[in-house]
């Protein structure tokens, strides 16, 4: 039979369930599941509902093993990535005690300047390698943890992906390339820094052992067989489970070459062999997150298209949106639009209107309103290609390294304007795709943990000659 593995893939709008198998002529991905994501307000917090992704993901995984079984194909493992920062905790009794809060969530507005006071900054930076944003877990957990709102009794610290993992085998693990994100972890070592836990008064009994990419933590358990027909002796194995870390697995990167993983964020960056704690590289607010096979993904986190799309939702609610290729030929057939924003600016975390968010943006520095929807789309476009060829800028200068080329994996790899116009800002030659970067890189670590891949690099050079990019 023809071994396959499934790839759970969750972002912050959608999730995604691929059967993947690779052969000599090249690889089949099929999308068996897909499903929309977002948080909502609960118990006075923005919160997602864990039982809605869950039963997506239940439904993904049992048309993945119906479709198996008419292939001929056999399912070897599942696999999860989600995005970074955000966890649950599971109590005594084994289950969720409550939906996991989102990272946009207020609860850790003025947390930082809490944190710095009991360890200096630059000193936090040494120890984890990872750029300051409000909503890491470092300021999640501080905000919980020392609020009423934490609960008695004896309690586990799970991530978003290992919280799937712990429902499909009953295990506790935690992976590395995601909790990396979490700002609680030693760059060094790789594992939970204890001194950190002691010094901002946290419990770090209650963080689950860090893994590698990679890892079987166990098999299938008996309510997942039952739920979606998975035979017993399915594995669980930890891929990259930072979606960034597994698009970056799944991306057929050139030597000296960028990447630019592209969606509701950017992260934009270089793969190391160790990290880079230097002065410059906090100044500049670049972070060092764990990849696979002990690399780094050093990169700036930037806000990217959550800007684009909260403008179309906004208009869509207003039922005066344009159809994207309109859009898309209205915003390339006009010149350049006059001004520029920010996408880092912290008004436009989580605005009750974008729109109005940017509106004001501009006001501010003296620029022209801008309100048509064409105009506006590609102000923000060329904002965020701005905002690239100044993180390529920084990327040379603190490692030292000449980028021959950025390659743009994931959905926003998809619109043709935003990567022209990053050619145009940063000078450098643009390869587009993978769309599905993320759930592939997913796939091949799975794929090299059964032992069909020799490595990484094997897998990226399988990956290489059969899926082609656009330059």
């Known amino acids: 039979m023809i071994p396959a593995y499934i790839a759970v893939d969750l972002g912050a709008s959608s999730g995604r369930v691929i059967l993947g198998t690779f052969r000599d002529n090249g690889p089949d991905f099929e999308i068996t599941g897909r499903f929309t994501n977002a948080f909502r307000r609960l118990n006075g917090h923005d919160r997602w509902d864990f039982e809605a992704l869950y039963s997506g993901i239940a439904a993904g995984i049992k048309k993945a093993a119906q479709i198996a079984e008419t292939k001929g194909y056999e399912i070897r493992s599942i696999g999860c990535d989600t995005w970074g920062v955000d966890y649950g905790l599971i ?55 020392h609020s009423q709102e934490w609960p008695t009794g004896k309690v586990s610290l799970l991530m978003m992906p290992d919280l799937i993992h712990y429902r499909l085998c009953g295990v ?24 950190l836990f002691s010094n901002l008064g946290l419990p770090i009994d209650v963080m689950p052992v860090i893994r590698k990419p990679g890892t079987v933590i166990g098999t299938v358990n008996i309510e997942t067989m039952e739920r979606t027909g998975i035979k017993e002796n399915v594995k669980i194995v930890l891929p990259a489970t930072h979606d960034t870390g597994s698009a970056i697995a799944g991306t057929p990167l050139n030597e000296g070459w960028a990447y630019l993983s592209s969606g509701t964020w950017s992260l934009l960056g270089l793969e190391l062999n160790k990290p880079c704690l230097t002065e410059k590289a906090a100044l500049a607010d670049f972070t060092n997150e764990g990849g696979v096979a002990g690399t780094i993904r050093f990169l700036r986190n930037v806000m990217g298209l959550w800007l684009l799309e909260s403008c179309r939702r906004e208009w869509q609610n207003e039922k005066i949106l344009l159809p994207y ?108 795709g993978p769309v599905e970067a993320t759930a592939i890189g997913n796939l091949s670590v799975q794929a090299i943990s059964d032992g069909f891949f020799k490595d990484i690099s094997e897998s990226r050079n399988y990956l290489r000659k059969h899926l082609k990019s656009e330059t």
């Open 172 to 195: 506790k693990s935690g992976e590395y390339s995601n909790a990396s994100t979490s700002q609680l972890v030693n760059a060094s070592t790789g594992e939970w820094d204890s001194n």
């Open 325 to 432: 290729d309109d859009l898309l030929v209205r915003m390339e057939s006009m010149g350049t639009v006059e001004g520029i924003i920010d996408p880092d600016d912290p008004v436009f975390l989580n605005p009750p209107s974008m729109r109005s968010a940017i509106a004001g943006y501009l006001a501010g520095k003296g620029y022209k309103p801008v309100t048509e929807q064409a105009a506006l789309s590609r102000l923000i476009l060329q904002s965020l290609a701005s905002k690239y060829a100044d993180v390529v800028i920084s990327l040379q200068e603190i490692t030292g390294t000449k980028i021959k080329g950025i390659h743009i994996v994931g959905g926003g790899s998809q619109n043709r304007l935003l990567n022209k116009l990053t050619a145009e800002a940063t000078g450098l030659t643009i390869e587009a």
């Open 91 to 145: 109590g005594e009794d084994g289950e969720l005690i409550e939906d996991p809060i989102a990272y946009r969530d207020s609860r850790t507005d003025g947390v930082p300047e809490k944190i710095f006071k009991r360890v200096d900054k630059k000193a936090l930076y040494s120890i984890t390698g990872i750029q300051q944003l409000v909503f890491n877990t470092i300021n999640q957990l501080y905000a919980h943890f």
